[in-house]
C-alpha cells in the first residue's frame, strides 16, 4: 500500500493514537466514507470533494494501486509511511495505521489513522524518552494532587525511602504506588516519617506558591553488600507544579534523585541545610530537641540523647547557679529500630552520669569528648548499668557534644553507634559540633520563648481572682484556659464584684494582643473596673468611664519610645438584681452574654454593640433583662466561639447545646462547654463565667415610704424593731435603730422626698435610705460646739460597710451589718 509498509500485531496504544491528526474510513471497496476535520486540515480537501471516492485517487505513487486487494489481505492492523497529494499540490509523506473494523451491514470496513512522518517520529522520541525516564532510569516520580495526595509513582520512587513517606501521604480513596503493600507496614519506620513531613512541607509550598522548588540533603545510609554502610549520599529532590491549558494548577510533580558526593564538605553543606529546615519550627523547648535527635539518627548516628539543665527547663529552673552547674534531665532520645544503650534513662529522668564520663567532662570544659568504648574504658567501670548494656549490644564510639549557645551551657549531647561499623572521625565531629551550635540557638531561642510565657502566664494568673466571692445571689463557675505555646499568653480576664443592695457585678474582658503587655493591661483594667464598680455606677456609665481610661493608656503607650503596644479591650459589664430579678447589661465590642431559661431555650439578649475600649467619644447603652430564679447567665469571651472553626455561628449553636440543661451542677456544665467548644490547645486564650441566678423573696425585704416629717421617725423606728424580731435577728435592734434613726433623720432635713427606707435580710442585714437628693453626704469629725454632724460618723463607726449610690431619681444611702454567729469578713 506504500512505502516501509509491515505488518504489525501492535495494540492499539502502541501507535500514535494521541499523535493522529487525520482520520478516515473506507469501504471494502477503498471507497472513503467517512473524512475527519483532522484530514480536511492536514491534506486541504473539504468532505464533499472525497467522500464517496476512492481513497487510492489520493496517493502519490505513479503506479496503480490495487486498494480493495490490499486492504483485503490485512488480518490485524498495517503500519507504513505512504505519500499523498495535497490540495494545494505537493506531496506529504504520511505516517498511517491501517486497522480493520467490525463488519458493517455494507460490508467490512478499515479505519486509516495519519500524521506528518516528522511529527510521528518527533512524538516516538518523547514518548521513547518518557519511557525511559519514567521507567528504567533511577529517577523516582510522583504525581500528587491538590490533596498532596499520591495518585501515580514509578518504580523507582517506590523503592526510596520516599515510597514509603508517599505511602503515609496516600490516606485517601486515590491511586496507591505499586510497591509494598500492607504486609510491608513493618517497613515504615521514624525516618520515612520524617520524609513524609519534608515532602509534605516542600511540595505544600510549591502547590502555594506556583513556583518550582529544589531541595539537596543527605539520603539515609544503605547497608553495601560488603556489610559496611553506603556514604557520602545526597538527595535532590524537585517539586514542580502542573497547570492544564488554562493555566489552573493540577497538583504536584515530585521528582527525587539520589546521588553519591565525593567532596566531604558539600556533604556537610547538604545535612546542615536540611537540619536548618527540620530543627526550630516551633518555640517549643520539647518539640526543639526532638527534631535535633531526630536529624542525628540515623543520618550519622544509632542512638542519640539530649540531656538538659534544669536551669534551662523553665518548670525547674531555679534562680542563680552558675554557667554549667545543675542537674541534668533528659529531654529527648532518639534510637534505630532495635536495642537502646539508653533504655534506663526516660524522659524527664537525670541520667546520672559518673564524674569521669565524657558527658561530665564536657560539662566541665564545654568541649567535645569523642572515644573508642571497649572493656577498658575508665569512665565505664563506675558505670556498670551503661557497661552492661553497651556491651551486650556493642557500642564501639561514644562523641559527646556540648548544647551551648550565646555563652551559655544548657546540656550535653550524646551519640552512638554500634549498627554502623564506622567509628566516628574528625569529620563526624566537626559535623555534629556544627548541627549542635545551630540547634543550641535554637534551644535557647525555646528556653527564652518558654520563660517569657510562664511569666506572663504567672503574672496573668496572680491578677484574676484566686477564689471568687460567695454571693447569695449568685452561683458561679468559671473557666480559664491559656492560649497554647505558638500564639501566647493573652488578656482575658474575669470577676464577681459584689454590689450594694444585695446585687452583683458580672465581668468578662479581653484585651488585644498576647504576651507580658497584655497580661499587665489585663491586671490594670480589672482594677479600674473593680474601682468604678466600688462608685456603683450603672454598666453603661462604667463602661464609658474605663473606654477614656483605655484611651488614655493607648496615649501614652504612642508617647513611648520603646513602650507597649497601644492598648484596646473588649469588656461585657452585667449588675444581676436578686429582689428585681432583672439583670442590667452593657457591652463594649464584645460578644452578648447567654442565658439559659429553665423552661424556655437559651436566649441571646439584644444588648446594644457598643464599640471596642479604647476608640473613644462613642456611646454606650445598657439594656435589661428579666431573669428567673434559676436560669444560668453565661459570659464569654470570643475564644470560646471561635475555638473549633472560627465560625460564630457554629460556635453559638454549641454553645446552645451545652446550656440546653442549666439545672445540671455548674462545675458539669463548665466540663461540658469545653470539651464541645474547645480544641486541645486552643490559639487564643479563652475565659467564661457562668452563674445561677438566685431570688430574694419578699419575705425577706421591707419597705416603708417615710413621710417629710420629724415625727415620722419614731414610727420608722417601730416599724424597723418588729421586723427584726419576725426575722430573729433582735441582737441588731439597737444598732440598727441608731442606723435608720441617724439616716433617715439626714434625708428628712437636708434632702426631700420622697423618702424610702428598705430592710433587706441575705448573708448580712442590709439597710437602704432613698431621697430626691443627688448630693452625697461626707463623713467629718464634728467639733465639740456643733450640735450635728456626727450621725453619719456613727454610721460609719457602727455598720460593717457603708456606702453611697446614685439613681435616676436621686440616691442611696445603704449600711451593712454582719449577721449574729456569722464569721468575720
Given at each position: 500500500m506504500g512505502v516501509g509498509g509491515t505488518a504489525s500485531s501492535a495494540g492499539p496504544g502502541d501507535f500514535?493514537?494521541?499523535?493522529?491528526?487525520?482520520?478516515?474510513?473506507?469501504?471494502?471497496?477503498?471507497?472513503?466514507?467517512?473524512?475527519?476535520?483532522?484530514?480536511?486540515?492536514?491534506?486541504?480537501?473539504?468532505?464533499?470533494?472525497?467522500?464517496?471516492?476512492?481513497?487510492?485517487?489520493?496517493?502519490?505513487?505513479?503506479?496503480?494501486?490495487?486498494?480493495?486487494?490490499?486492504?483485503?489481505?490485512?488480518?490485524?492492523?498495517?503500519?507504513?509511511?505512504?505519500?499523498?497529494?495535497?490540495?494545494?499540490?505537493?506531496?506529504?509523506?504520511?505516517?498511517?495505521?491501517?486497522?480493520?473494523?467490525?463488519?458493517?451491514?455494507?460490508?467490512?470496513?478499515?479505519?486509516?489513522?495519519?500524521?506528518?512522518?516528522?511529527?510521528?517520529?518527533?512524538?516516538?522520541?518523547?514518548?521513547?524518552?518518557?519511557?525511559?525516564?519514567?521507567?528504567?532510569?533511577?529517577?523516582?516520580?510522583?504525581?500528587?494532587?491538590?490533596?498532596?495526595?499520591?495518585?501515580?509513582?514509578?518504580?523507582?520512587?517506590?523503592?526510596?525511602?520516599?515510597?514509603?513517606?508517599?505511602?503515609?501521604?496516600?490516606?485517601?480513596?486515590?491511586?496507591?504506588?505499586?510497591?509494598?503493600?500492607?504486609?510491608?507496614?513493618?517497613?515504615?519506620?521514624?525516618?520515612?516519617?520524617?520524609?513524609?513531613?519534608?515532602?509534605?512541607?516542600?511540595?505544600?509550598?510549591?502547590?502555594?506558591?506556583?513556583?518550582?522548588?529544589?531541595?539537596?540533603?543527605?539520603?539515609?545510609?544503605?547497608?553495601?553488600?560488603?556489610?559496611?554502610?553506603?556514604?557520602?549520599?545526597?538527595?535532590?529532590?524537585?517539586?514542580?507544579?502542573?497547570?492544564?491549558?488554562?493555566?489552573?494548577?493540577?497538583?504536584?510533580?515530585?521528582?527525587?534523585?539520589?546521588?553519591?558526593?565525593?567532596?566531604?564538605?558539600?556533604?556537610?553543606?547538604?545535612?546542615?541545610?536540611?537540619?536548618?529546615?527540620?530543627?526550630?519550627?516551633?518555640?517549643?523547648?520539647?518539640?526543639?530537641?526532638?527534631?535535633?535527635?531526630?536529624?542525628?539518627?540515623?543520618?550519622?548516628?544509632?542512638?542519640?540523647?539530649?540531656?538538659?539543665?534544669?536551669?534551662?527547663?523553665?518548670?525547674?529552673?531555679?534562680?542563680?547557679?552558675?554557667?554549667?552547674?545543675?542537674?541534668?534531665?533528659?529531654?529527648?532520645?532518639?534510637?534505630?529500630?532495635?536495642?537502646?544503650?539508653?533504655?534506663?534513662?526516660?524522659?524527664?529522668?537525670?541520667?546520672?552520669?559518673?564524674?569521669?564520663?565524657?558527658?561530665?567532662?564536657?560539662?566541665?570544659?564545654?568541649?567535645?569528648?569523642?572515644?573508642?568504648?571497649?572493656?577498658?574504658?575508665?569512665?565505664?567501670?563506675?558505670?556498670?548499668?551503661?557497661?552492661?548494656?553497651?556491651?551486650?549490644?556493642?557500642?564501639?564510639?561514644?562523641?559527646?557534644?556540648?548544647?551551648?549557645?550565646?555563652?551559655?551551657?544548657?546540656?550535653?549531647?550524646?551519640?552512638?553507634?554500634?549498627?554502623?561499623?564506622?567509628?566516628?572521625?574528625?569529620?563526624?565531629?566537626?559535623?555534629?559540633?556544627?548541627?549542635?551550635?545551630?540547634?543550641?540557638?535554637?534551644?535557647?531561642?525555646?528556653?527564652?520563648?518558654?520563660?517569657?510565657?510562664?511569666?506572663?502566664?504567672?503574672?496573668?494568673?496572680?491578677?484574676?481572682?484566686?477564689?471568687?466571692?460567695?454571693?447569695?445571689?449568685?452561683?458561679?463557675?468559671?473557666?480559664?484556659?491559656?492560649?497554647?505555646?505558638?500564639?501566647?499568653?493573652?488578656?482575658?480576664?474575669?470577676?464577681?464584684?459584689?454590689?450594694?443592695?444585695?446585687?452583683?457585678?458580672?465581668?468578662?474582658?479581653?484585651?488585644?494582643?498576647?504576651?507580658?503587655?497584655?497580661?499587665?493591661?489585663?491586671?490594670?483594667?480589672?482594677?479600674?473596673?473593680?474601682?468604678?464598680?466600688d462608685l456603683d455606677l450603672p454598666p453603661d456609665e462604667l463602661l464609658a468611664r474605663l473606654d477614656d481610661?483605655?484611651?488614655?493608656?493607648?496615649?501614652?503607650?504612642?508617647?513611648?519610645?520603646?513602650?507597649?503596644?497601644?492598648?484596646?479591650?473588649?469588656?461585657?459589664?452585667?449588675?444581676?438584681?436578686?429582689?428585681?430579678?432583672?439583670?442590667?447589661?452593657?457591652?463594649?465590642?464584645?460578644?452578648?452574654?447567654?442565658?439559659?431559661?429553665?423552661?424556655?431555650?437559651?436566649?441571646?439578649?439584644?444588648?446594644?454593640?457598643?464599640?471596642?475600649?479604647?476608640?473613644?467619644?462613642?456611646?454606650?447603652?445598657?439594656?435589661?433583662?428579666?431573669?428567673?430564679?434559676?436560669?444560668?447567665i453565661a459570659l464569654y469571651t470570643d475564644g470560646l466561639i471561635e475555638a473549633s472553626d472560627r465560625d460564630?455561628?457554629?460556635?453559638?449553636?454549641?454553645?446552645?447545646?451545652?446550656?440546653?440543661?442549666?439545672?445540671?451542677?455548674?462545675?458539669?456544665?463548665?466540663?461540658?462547654?469545653?470539651?464541645?467548644?474547645?480544641?486541645?490547645?486552643?490559639?487564643?486564650?479563652?475565659?467564661?463565667?457562668?452563674?445561677?441566678?438566685?431570688?430574694?423573696?419578699?419575705?425577706?425585704?421591707?419597705?416603708?415610704?417615710?413621710?417629710?416629717?420629724?415625727?415620722?421617725?419614731?414610727?420608722?423606728?417601730?416599724?424597723?424593731?418588729?421586723?427584726?424580731?419576725?426575722?430573729?435577728?433582735?441582737?441588731?435592734?439597737?444598732?440598727?435603730?441608731?442606723?435608720?434613726?441617724?439616716?433617715?433623720?439626714?434625708?428628712?432635713?437636708?434632702?426631700?422626698?420622697?423618702?424610702?427606707?428598705?430592710?433587706?435580710?441575705?448573708?448580712?442585714?442590709?439597710?437602704?435610705?432613698?431621697?430626691?437628693?443627688?448630693?452625697?453626704?461626707?463623713?467629718?469629725?464634728?467639733?465639740?460646739?456643733?450640735?450635728?454632724?456626727?450621725?453619719?460618723?456613727?454610721?460609719?463607726?457602727?455598720?460593717?460597710?457603708?456606702?453611697?449610690?446614685?439613681?435616676?431619681?436621686?440616691?442611696?444611702?445603704?449600711?451593712?451589718?454582719?449577721?449574729?454567729?456569722?464569721?468575720?469578713?
Amino acid at each position: 500500500m506504500g512505502v516501509g509498509g509491515t505488518a504489525s500485531s501492535a495494540g492499539p496504544g502502541d501507535f500514535h493514537d494521541a499523535a493522529c491528526t487525520a482520520v478516515a474510513t473506507v469501504d471494502a471497496e477503498g471507497v472513503i466514507v467517512h473524512w475527519s476535520r483532522g484530514a480536511q486540515e492536514l491534506l486541504g480537501y473539504a468532505p464533499r470533494e472525497v467522500l464517496l471516492r476512492p481513497a487510492g485517487d489520493l496517493l502519490a505513487d505513479g503506479d496503480p494501486v490495487d486498494l480493495p486487494a490490499r486492504l483485503a489481505a490485512i488480518e490485524d492492523c498495517w503500519d507504513g509511511v505512504v505519500t499523498v497529494r495535497h490540495r494545494a499540490g505537493g506531496a506529504l509523506r504520511l505516517a498511517v495505521r491501517v486497522s480493520p473494523l467490525s463488519a458493517a451491514a455494507g460490508g467490512r470496513h478499515w479505519l486509516l489513522r495519519g500524521c506528518e512522518v516528522a511529527d510521528w517520529r518527533r512524538r516516538q522520541m518523547l514518548a521513547s524518552l518518557a519511557r525511559v525516564l519514567l521507567e528504567e532510569s533511577a529517577l523516582g516520580v510522583a504525581v500528587l494532587d491538590r490533596g498532596l495526595r499520591c495518585r501515580w509513582a514509578n518504580a523507582a520512587l517506590t523503592g526510596m525511602d520516599d515510597g514509603r513517606a508517599f505511602r503515609r501521604l496516600d490516606d485517601g480513596p486515590g491511586f496507591r504506588p505499586d510497591g509494598p503493600g500492607d504486609d510491608d507496614a513493618s517497613e515504615f519506620c521514624p525516618e520515612a516519617a520524617r520524609q513524609a513531613s519534608v515532602v509534605t512541607q516542600q511540595a505544600r509550598q510549591a502547590l502555594l506558591s506556583g513556583r518550582c522548588r529544589l531541595t539537596l540533603e543527605p539520603a539515609p545510609r544503605r547497608n553495601t553488600a560488603f556489610g559496611g554502610t553506603e556514604r557520602g549520599r545526597c538527595r535532590l529532590r524537585s517539586f514542580l507544579p502542573l497547570r492544564d491549558d488554562a493555566g489552573r494548577t493540577l497538583g504536584v510533580c515530585y521528582a527525587a534523585l539520589d546521588f553519591t558526593g565525593r567532596d566531604p564538605a558539600h556533604e556537610r553543606l547538604a545535612m546542615l541545610n536540611a537540619a536548618s529546615e527540620h530543627i526550630g519550627t516551633s518555640l517549643d523547648l520539647d518539640g526543639t530537641v526532638r527534631e535535633l535527635a531526630e536529624v542525628l539518627v540515623p543520618q550519622i548516628a544509632d542512638f542519640v540523647a539530649v540531656d538538659l539543665l534544669d536551669a534551662v527547663q523553665p518548670k525547674r529552673s531555679a534562680a542563680g547557679g552558675t554557667r554549667g552547674e545543675g542537674t541534668l534531665r533528659r529531654a529527648a532520645h532518639e534510637s534505630i529500630q532495635g536495642d537502646q544503650p539508653e533504655a534506663v534513662v526516660a524522659v524527664g529522668e537525670p541520667p546520672r552520669y559518673a564524674d569521669r564520663s565524657p558527658q561530665t567532662r564536657c560539662l566541665t570544659t564545654g568541649k567535645p569528648q569523642c572515644e573508642i568504648i571497649c572493656d577498658q574504658t575508665p569512665w565505664l567501670a563506675d558505670d556498670p548499668v551503661r557497661h552492661r548494656m553497651a556491651s551486650r549490644i556493642g557500642v564501639h564510639t561514644h562523641l559527646v557534644a556540648p548544647l551551648r549557645a550565646r555563652g551559655i551551657t544548657m546540656g550535653v549531647v550524646t551519640a552512638m553507634r554500634w549498627k554502623n561499623p564506622e567509628a566516628f572521625d574528625e569529620d563526624d565531629l566537626l559535623l555534629v559540633e556544627e548541627l549542635v551550635a545551630r540547634a543550641a540557638v535554637c534551644v535557647d531561642n525555646a528556653r527564652r520563648y518558654a520563660r517569657e510565657h510562664e511569666a506572663a502566664l504567672t503574672l496573668q494568673t496572680s491578677l484574676l481572682p484566686p477564689k471568687l466571692p460567695e454571693h447569695s445571689a449568685v452561683d458561679v463557675a468559671y473557666r480559664y484556659l491559656p492560649a497554647d505555646a505558638e500564639a501566647g499568653v493573652g488578656g482575658d480576664w474575669f470577676d464577681v464584684i459584689p454590689l450594694s443592695g444585695a446585687r452583683v457585678a458580672l465581668v468578662v474582658g479581653d484585651v488585644i494582643g498576647h504576651g507580658l503587655h497584655a497580661a499587665a493591661s489585663m491586671g490594670r483594667l480589672r482594677a479600674a473596673v473593680q474601682t468604678l464598680a466600688d462608685l456603683d455606677l450603672p454598666p453603661d456609665e462604667l463602661l464609658a468611664r474605663l473606654d477614656d481610661l483605655v484611651v488614655r493608656l493607648s496615649d501614652e503607650a504612642e508617647a513611648a519610645e520603646e513602650g507597649p503596644e497601644v492598648v484596646g479591650a473588649t469588656c461585657v459589664y452585667a449588675v444581676y438584681d436578686p429582689i428585681a430579678r432583672k439583670i442590667v447589661v452593657a457591652r463594649a465590642g464584645h460578644p452578648s452574654p447567654a442565658i439559659a431559661h429553665l423552661d424556655e431555650p437559651v436566649e441571646f439578649p439584644d444588648i446594644p454593640a457598643g464599640p471596642p475600649l479604647g476608640l473613644g467619644g462613642l456611646p454606650f447603652e445598657s439594656a435589661e433583662v428579666p431573669v428567673d430564679e434559676g436560669s444560668v447567665i453565661a459570659l464569654y469571651t470570643d475564644g470560646l466561639i471561635e475555638a473549633s472553626d472560627r465560625d460564630v455561628d457554629v460556635g453559638l449553636e454549641r454553645l446552645c447545646f451545652t446550656l440546653a440543661h442549666p439545672d445540671r451542677p455548674l462545675e458539669e456544665i463548665c466540663d461540658i462547654m469545653v470539651r464541645t467548644l474547645l480544641p486541645d490547645r486552643p490559639r487564643d486564650d479563652v475565659a467564661f463565667l457562668i452563674a445561677r441566678a438566685h431570688v430574694i423573696s419578699g419575705d425577706r425585704v421591707a419597705a416603708w415610704e417615710v413621710p417629710e416629717d420629724a415625727s415620722a421617725v419614731h414610727t420608722v423606728r417601730e416599724n424597723v424593731l418588729g421586723t427584726l424580731a419576725q426575722w430573729g435577728l433582735e441582737e441588731l435592734a439597737f444598732s440598727t435603730e441608731l442606723i435608720v434613726s441617724e439616716l433617715v433623720t439626714n434625708a428628712i432635713r437636708h434632702a426631700g422626698g420622697p423618702i424610702g427606707l428598705r430592710l433587706i435580710h441575705e448573708r448580712c442585714l442590709i439597710c437602704e435610705v432613698s431621697d430626691a437628693s443627688n448630693i452625697s453626704p461626707h463623713l467629718r469629725r464634728a467639733l465639740h460646739t456643733d450640735e450635728g454632724g456626727r450621725g453619719l460618723f456613727l454610721v460609719a463607726q457602727v455598720a460593717q460597710r457603708w456606702g453611697t449610690r446614685y439613681t435616676d431619681a436621686g440616691k442611696t444611702i445603704w449600711a451593712e451589718q454582719q449577721l449574729p454567729g456569722a464569721p468575720d469578713g
